[in-house]
C-alpha cells in the first residue's frame, strides 16, 4: 500500500489520483486508431476528452458522496467532498456521468452517439486496469480475508489490521484487461453501430458480479440483500446490454438487412 507518490510542500499528490488519470490518458490514446475505422478524425478521441472527464468525475464522486455520507462526512468539513485524490470515486456513477457527457458532446457535434459509444467502449475497459491498480496502491475496495498463497497484507494501521486478503482490486484489473483485448478485437468485426458498446456493458457487468464476491469492504444490501452495491447494479448493467443488443438487432431488420454480414 502506497496511498502518496509526492509531496510538494503542502500538496500531496496520490497515487489513485495519478493511475486514475494515467488511466483517462491511455484510454483516449489507444480510442485514436479506432477513431479512423469509425470514419472520424482521430482528434475526436481528444476532443472527447474533457466532456467525458467532468461527467466521469462529477457523476463518480456524487455517488460516493451519496453512498457514504455518514461514514465518510458527516461532521467533517465541507471541503472533503472535493477531495478526490485520496480516492473516493464510485465507478457506476462515473459510468452514467461520462455517457451523459458524450451524450452532450455527441449532439453538439452532430455525431452517432452509437458510433461513438464502440470507439470509447475497450478505452473505457484499459482505463478501469489503471484505476484498479490506483485502488490497490490506495488500499481501498479491498477483498474479504483469506489464507490464499497470493494474498495480500495492507499495513497494521489499515482497515484490515495486517490480516490477509483476496487482492480483489487486481483481479478486477487482469479481467479488465482481458475484456479491452476482447473489445479492440471485435471492434475491428463489428457489423452494427452499437454492438461493441453493449458488449462492454455485458462483458463488465460479467466482470463486476464476479469479483464483487471477494470483496469485504462493505456488505450487501439491495435486491433482499442478497447483493453487493456493484452486484445490483451489474444486474442494471446487463439488463441494458441485452436491451441495447435486442434493439440494435431490431433496428436492423427493421431496415431490411441481415444482422449478420
Same mark, same amino acid.
Given at each position: ?121 475497450? %478505452? ?107 452486484? %445490483? ?29
Amino acid at each position: 500500500m502506497h496511498s502518496e507518490a509526492i509531496h510538494l510542500g503542502p500538496l500531496t499528490i496520490h497515487w489513485y489520483g495519478i493511475m486514475v488519470a494515467a488511466g483517462f490518458l491511455v484510454g483516449l490514446w489507444s480510442a485514436r486508431g479506432r477513431a479512423v475505422r469509425e470514419g472520424f478524425a482521430p482528434e475526436l478521441a481528444v476532443d472527447f476528452g474533457p466532456w467525458l472527464l467532468v461527467g466521469a468525475i462529477v457523476g463518480a464522486r456524487l455517488l460516493y458522496v451519496v453512498s457514504y455520507w455518514d461514514v465518510a462526512f458527516a461532521g467533517k468539513p465541507w471541503w472533503e467532498v472535493f477531495m478526490i485524490q485520496k480516492g473516493g470515486l464510485v465507478y457506476y456513477g462515473g459510468f452514467v456521468g461520462a455517457v451523459c457527457g458524450a451524450a452532450i458532446f455527441c449532439r453538439k457535434r452532430g455525431i452517432s452517439f452509437l458510433k461513438a459509444g464502440d470507439l470509447l467502449a475497450p %478505452s473505457i475497459a484499459l482505463g478501469q486496469v489503471f484505476g484498479r491498480i490506483g485502488c490497490y496502491l490506495n488500499g481501498c475496495c479491498y477483498g474479504f480475508p483469506t489464507d490464499v498463497p497470493w494474498a495480500c497484507h495492507f499495513p497494521h494501521y489499515h482497515e484490515t489490521h495486517g490480516i490477509g486478503v483476496h487482492p480483489v482490486q487486481l483481479y478486477e484489473a487482469a479481467a479488465c484487461f482481458g475484456l479491452f483485448v476482447v473489445l479492440a478485437l471485435w471492434h475491428r468485426r463489428k457489423q452494427l453501430d452499437g454492438e461493441v458498446f453493449a458488449g462492454y456493458m455485458a462483458g463488465y457487468g460479467l466482470v463486476r458480479s464476479n469479483t464483487e464476491r471477494f470483496r469485504g469492504d462493505y456488505s450487501s444490501w439491495g435486491f433482499g440483500e442478497r447483493f453487493t452495491p456493484g452486484q %445490483s447494479f451489474s444486474l442494471l448493467l446487463l439488463a441494458g446490454a441485452i436491451c441495447l443488443g435486442l434493439w440494435l438487432i431490431w433496428r436492423r431488420k427493421r431496415a431490411g438487412g441481415s444482422v449478420l454480414q
